[in-house]
């Protein structure tokens, strides 16, 4: 049924759809609006049976999850930033033992300094945790993959972290087409865990494995999680079938056929750069975007096959490996290893930072003359960074660095007494 | 179910792990001998006995208790029980009243008509025993169990011997007494009395007998020189409770003078009492601390009305008088005359000064040797003349009704071995089991059981007994005080407190078995063993 | 108390098992049928209370229950002895999470079974006391603050043992462990109050709390048959002595918990709905000394010069505990 809803809604809302049994809440912007909703439909009844857990933490959300979903039932959390970090140990430890548990990232900045806005420098710090991650590029999209992350999730016994841009999607009212029930049903069949806390059947889960075991556990959980890039096109082409939708496939791509440039790029920035990216297609530029839905596992031999006639290739990265450099632009080249292409990677969008298509159109002209910096900080206030160096250079201590930044840009973030 | 490698796990699966290579002590279930059976003299074992006693199983308990002592009911009245002075219970808070469980069970016996069980074989050999006293009755016993053709000459009217000549009727009622030397003779064992033995050997030899056994006892009476009227009205304490017993009420007056410091100045004191005496003293040379007679005893006579002069003698025995001198203890402990003399008035003056043997059925039998009176015998109770055992108050040792029972039970072992061809060996003596390894926390607290006794107003009037038994509850809860002293009582502690399960339970009354393949040997069994029944051992590494 | 009152037995419930008792009054460790839920092999040290209380505990859970129980173990020695891979001692369903988490699976397993229907299944989850008083703290609160139904037991051995005996907010004043060294002006452990989680609990209002210690099994179990019949959150916390960082004899380590509870310095008494409702007395009562000196921990107290302060303070401590919680009987 198409219908105007507010991303975290339509997200709560296709998350009911498919059955969960418990729900863990704890809040953190921009996460809150999803699992509140989740948990009026819980006191409303329409979503039962289902077991809705205030808890005092994200480390206690997921890790009640954990437990409810050692006990056999399917499980649902969300969180977003420092919630994802708090509950860091967890997360490891949910994908390590092997539940299939479906969380929501509503990606946002992490601290410090504290930032509540968007950038994708949550889930990227948890891009090893074993965990399959997978990320929406419009609401439809996090709606969508939702439904197919639980059935992902359980067939392939590990958890699926669904991640939408914080504020960008979740907060945003857009149009969005939301399943039926029936159909969902048909979908998703009821959980049946491979293992499971049953008094008929004693076992014992999360046993202590040493050096003589511990190396063939990681390889079968990475063998484990190499299967969803066989799964999650499989599962894509059901859901497809059933909803007459494509949004779950590995990658996702738009004017690439017969493009030269490319750009590659998480969550909703994809939509903003498709319209730049028909502009300049319009001006007769071979320029095409290729959105990476699943970064976990990362699709290589996919990515391969669509970049490999590209001549360059410009990664636009909500998220920023700090003493390295582009975090998603790392694994493109993996990707492309022994093509001589260049691949740029365009920092963007962090801590809440607007993308603008004027921005995009000029940093792709420039890189359509290969004149783009192999790193590029789009938007960057190169005066006030400049600034900032200089009294650094010239007083040993001269504050945060933040601070100094802040001070440049004439905001009086703090006296000092 | 699909259990993940490595990190989903069968249940259990540890048994494949076997700690027990770890240890370097292991525990080990030993028995120890409670000194409750290391102090009785008739080798009772009395932890044993009291084990089924304290489930309420008094048939067990009594054929428990009878395989050592065919005399509970008796026993339990008048033995002095030395079992309870070494009872480790006493030290904690009262001992055990063993003595009143015994005769709990000896009277349930007697009740319920419980009986020996009679041997499976016999054995074709006939044992003569001289003298139907406890230790002969007891030997007589044995000897049955073990299929012997047991045959007892008695000189006396009446079986019991001192049981009956020597304790008085409100100490051992004699319906209890003819009880249980009935369920002796209903074992098949055959009875003469009357009939005085002259010469053990000729008795013997002409009787068919392959082994005899004496035990006669000491009933001659000890004299003293007291100078003394022809008037004077003396008599002696064998006589005395002879006579009470065999229907002839003595005359002894008014006041009665005892002379004595023994149990049996003591019975003959309130012996007089019942006979109406209104004045009953004990003369004893010495003091309370040096009287041969037990306390209770002594407690006893003085609540019903007995005096006792301590350091006094009596110097001279005139008709209604005698005339005592007082005594001093000097510093080396010995007695000295202090030349103060006193008037007692007496009726009559009662000696109770000892007993002697009459030895002369031994007179022309060779090879006996006798010393101090009595005759002496070997460990195997035989005296220097083969085949002739002798046991009781004729041969050397404490005169007490319960060392000749045991007596009688060495003698009948020896005796059968003999027969045999064999020499009967002790087994060996485990080491006691002492207070320090008893783990007092696990204990209740529970303070004695007190029998009631007669009030002294009944006692006066006859020959009721004084002492009462107890019923079928506190004689449970008595028996439940046992501390069960390094023996195994199955409170599953070990079962219990193992931290690795390595104690297997093997049902009631089978105990438990350490697993070695998986004990550690912390020991905490040991330390958490109430009683005192498990060991640590060093392991052979 | 919580204590079966039982006739005159010659032990009375003081061992674990009497032969003379009716079979209905027996302990659940006196049964050939126990399930043994921590089964031989594991590696706990010789004479672990942990390893004893544990099994008292799930034994008795599991009889209560008619074995219907699920567990979550918080990490630590009872974890890593009992699993290391390929062999588990543990024959209930038993999951290991985190070392800080395993009120929250416990909920999280409970939250299952009642959407599942299965509320026959009933839930546990444990810890030591670090996993409990520390890193666990929060996650133990909120279940408590939520009254999930879940019974939390915390195995409590006064330290973090498995790393190395390090000091925790349940260990004693004055303490030696590998951080509160015993050296310096103040050897070891400092003077403080610590942290008591069973106050801590009763604070959260929640229907039953209880403290029991391993040297006594019957108010173990009749302690976990209480909390097994009431639902919502639930907390008992069992003193376990650890020879390894006590530095006490293996085979002390029923005495040494018997001792903690004679001497009132660890109070043994259960709570309803945040007031306490009954008190384990004291029945031979004994200066704080008698526990502490068989303990190497403590033997910096006792040596040339008797450090009076630290163990008047633990003596006032234990007389504290026996004025409020009624220890000795009037």
Known sequence: MLKQLEGSRAVAEAVALCRPEVVCAYPITPQTHIVEAVGEMVREGTLSPCEFINVESEFSALSVAIGASAAGARTYTATASQGLLFMAEAVFNASGMGFPIVMTVANRAIGAPINIWNDQGDSMAMRDSGWLQIYATSNQEAVDLHIIAFRLAEEISLPVMVCMDGFVLTHAYERVDIPEQAEVDAYLPPFEPRQILDPAEPVTMGAMVGPEAFTEVRYLAHIKQMQALELLPKLAREFEARFGRDSGCLIQRYRTEDAKTIVVALGSVVGTLQEVIDTLRNEGHAVGVLAIRAFRPFPLAEVHDALMHAERVVVVERAFAIGQGGIVADSIRKALQGRPAPIYTVVAGLGGRPITQASLNAMLHQAMDDALPSVTFLDLQTDVVERALERERSHRRSGPVAEGVLKDLGVKAMQYV | MEKPFAITLDPGTSLSNHTGSWRTERPVYVHRLPPCNNGCPAGEDIQGWLFHAESGDYEKAWHKLTENNPFPAIVGRVCYHPCESACNRGQIDEAVSIHAVERFLGDEAIKKNWAFPLPVQKSGKRVLIVGAGPSGLTAAYHLACLGHDVEIHEAGPMAGGMLRFGIPQYRLPRDILDAEVKRILDMGVTLHLNRKVENALTAMQEGGFDAVFLAIGAHIAKRAYIPAGAAAHVLNAVNVLHDLETGEKPLLGRRVVVYGGGNSAIDVARTAKRLGADEAVIVYRRTRDAMPAHPSEVHEAEAEGVLIRWLTTITQAEEGELTIEKMCMDDDGSLQPTGEFETLQADSLVLALGQDVDLGLLEHVPGIEIEGGVVKVGENMMTGCEGVFAGGDMVPSERTVTVGIGHGKLAARNIHAWLNGETWVHPPRPAIATLDRINRWYYSEAPKVVQPELDAVRRMNGFEEVVQGLNADNALFEARRCLSCGNCFECDNCYGVCPDNAVKKLGPGKGFEFDYDFCKGCGICVAECPCGAIDMVPEDI | ?330
Request: neutral net charge.
């Open chain 3, 1 to 330: 108390m919580s204590h079966q009152e039982v006739k005159f037995y010659q032990t009375g419930t003081f061992t674990v098992g009497n032969r003379l008792l009716d079979p209905e009054q027996r302990s659940v460790q006196s049964t050939e049928e126990r399930t043994n839920a921590l089964n031989s092999g594991h590696r706990a040290c010789q004479g672990c209370g942990e390893a004893l209380g544990a099994r008292y505990a799930m034994d008795a859970a599991m009889a209560a229950t008619n074995g219907q129980i699920v567990i979550a173990n918080a990490t630590g020695c009872l974890e890593v002895f009992s699993t290391p891979y390929p062999e588990t001692a543990w024959q209930v369903p038993w999951v290991h999470s985190l070392f800080g988490n395993a009120a929250a699976v416990g909920a999280g397993l409970a939250a299952a079974m009642r959407v599942k229907g299965k509320s026959d299944v009933r839930v546990i989850a444990q810890g030591g006391d670090g996993s409990t008083a520390d890193i666990g703290f929060g996650p133990l609160s909120g279940m408590f603050e939520r009254n999930d139904d879940v019974l939390f037991i915390c195995y409590d051995n006064q330290g973090y043992m498995n790393t190395g005996v390090q000091r925790s907010s349940a260990t004693l004043p004055a303490a030696r462990t590998s951080t509160t060294a015993a050296v310096g002006k103040r050897p070891g452990h400092q003077l403080g109050m610590g942290k008591f989680v069973p106050e801590i609990a009763m604070a959260h209002h929640i229907p039953y709390v209880a403290t029991a210690t391993v040297a006594d099994l019957r108010d173990i179990e009749a302690k976990v048959t209480t909390a097994m019949s009431l639902r919502g959150a639930r907390y008992i916390h069992i003193l376990v002595p650890c020879p390894l960082g006590w530095g006490s004899a293996s085979h002390d380590t029923v005495r040494l918990a018997r001792m903690a509870k004679e001497s009132g310095l660890f109070p043994v008494f259960e709570a309803r709905d945040g007031e306490v409702t009954d008190s384990l007395k004291i029945r031979h009562q004994v200066p704080v000394e008698e526990f502490l000196k068989p303990q190497k921990r403590f033997a910096h107290l006792f040596g040339k010069q008797r450090d009076e302060e630290a163990i008047g303070f633990l003596q006032a401590r234990a007389e504290r505990n026996i004025r409020k919680y009624h220890l000795l009987e009037a």
